[in-house]
């Protein structure tokens, strides 16, 4: 029986990280989740999710300055709360952590105390870390020199590692790309047929209303481009909210639909979209580009950020430079006049983020591991 300590304090992201446990237990993946979690973040049901774990929270304002004292905090809780419930940290196989400068610290301390491997997955969360507190290069070199794997979800978030990190030996021998998956009611909900586009082009955006995704450039872009253009946008909430709201307000041919959690029904938005779009800045994957892809619904992303370099330009869509709105719609051509071959390529491609098959890889790497 493998059993994995995971080390996951993103785990407030419940829908995510539970899905991925729960398809490492239909494997028989035997699992104890540690959750150190920030103030205010709720405490999971661990009974009813289906595998054990300990949430653990303790704010210390001093936390924010000594990062190594938090570190010390958090793995010494861990280490307690087993030791306080008769469980030997020895019996673990592998300690798989979520994120580099937080559960990768911890799992660090912990194999240089007790030997156990451990695996890194790195995010772009973990790289905007290390540009406000960049005296911890040295640490996370330490961190990925000793990991066994590197896990980044994305082609671009490899690229930033190894020209971050390049002088560690053998590192890109290290990392697998394994991204993150969707929901089975995506992937089993395919449409029938793909619809020709028609002027005016239906844009489609999805998520939050951060600065960051860059939704008052597609405003903007629309508002020029009134005529040729239309947009529709779902979601809400977010440090740019009531300026999205004021720009709708002040803008044609933009229809706002609230927050919408069915997945049915945003599949059925989905295929009445022509083009999905979202060009974030740092994104770190953006789960929804490939909601949008299983219902054939190409899609445009920025350059350099998670989604980029997953498929060549023109397999699913395109990047683009996240700031140039005329590279928006220089995309937005590109796609209309190949879009039967791109539309059926993002059906087709959608598969390579079943979590089943994802799953498995992770499962790979720890029986290699072990």
């Known amino acids: 029986m493998i059993k994995i300590l995971h080390i996951c304090s993103g785990f407030y992201n419940e829908n995510l990280y539970h899905t991925f446990f729960r398809k490492l237990i239909e494997f028989e993946i035997e699992q104890f989740v540690y959750f150190p979690k920030r103030k205010n973040m709720k405490n999971p049901n661990f009974n009813k999710l289906g595998y054990n774990g300990f949430a653990y929270t303790k ?6 300055i000594f990062y190594f004292l938090k570190i010390y905090d958090y793995t010494k809780a861990l280490t307690d709360f087993l030791k306080n419930n008769k469980q030997n940290i020895l019996d673990y196989s592998l300690i798989h952590a979520h994120n580099l400068f937080v559960d990768s ?33 040295f640490f996370g070199k330490k961190i990925l020199n000793k990991s066994e794997r590197i896990i980044c979800i994305s082609p671009s978030i490899k690229q930033k590692i190894i020209k971050k990190y390049h002088k560690i030996p053998d590192l890109t021998n290290k990392i697998i790309v394994i991204p993150n998956g969707i929901d089975d009611a995506f992937l089993n909900n395919k449409p029938n047929k793909i619809s020709t586009p028609q002027v005016p082009i239906k844009l489609l955006y999805v998520g939050s209303f951060l600065k960051q995704k860059n939704i008052h450039q597609i405003i903007k872009l629309v508002n020029k481009k009134n005529k040729l253009l239309k947009l529709t946008l779902i979601g ?19 229809a706002y639909r609230g927050k919408i959690n069915s997945k049915i029904e ?4 989905f295929r009445k979209s022509d083009i999905f779009i979202m060009p974030s800045v740092n994104e770190t994957f953006g789960l929804v580009y490939a909601e949008a892809m299983s219902q054939g619904l190409p899609i445009i992303y920025s ?15 395109y990047p683009v430079n996240s700031n140039d709105i005329n590279d928006y719609l220089n995309k937005i051509n590109l796609i209309i006049k190949n879009y039967d071959k791109i539309a059926k390529n993002c059906i087709a491609k959608s598969k390579l983020f079943n979590w089943h098959d994802i799953a498995k890889k992770y499962i790979n790497i720890y029986q290699n591991l072990i």
């Not at 301390?109 to 005296?135: E, G």
């Not at 945003?266 to 938005?269: A, F, G, M, Q, R």
């Not at 350059?303 to 869509?317: I, M």
């Open 59 to 64: 704010y210390n304002i001093f936390f924010k």
């Open 105 to 137: 610290a911890i799992a660090y301390k912990i194999s240089q105390k007790y030997k156990i491997k451990y695996i890194t997955a790195v995010r772009n969360a973990d790289l905007k870390y290390l540009k406000y507190m960049p005296f911890l290069y």
């Open 236 to 254: 809400g909430g977010g440090n740019y909210e009531k300026k999205i709201f004021k720009l709708i307000k002040s803008s044609t041919g933009i």
């Open 266 to 269: 945003l599949t059925k938005i």
């Open 303 to 317: 350059l350099n950020t998670g989604f980029d370099n997953f498929f060549t330009d023109g397999t699913v869509g």
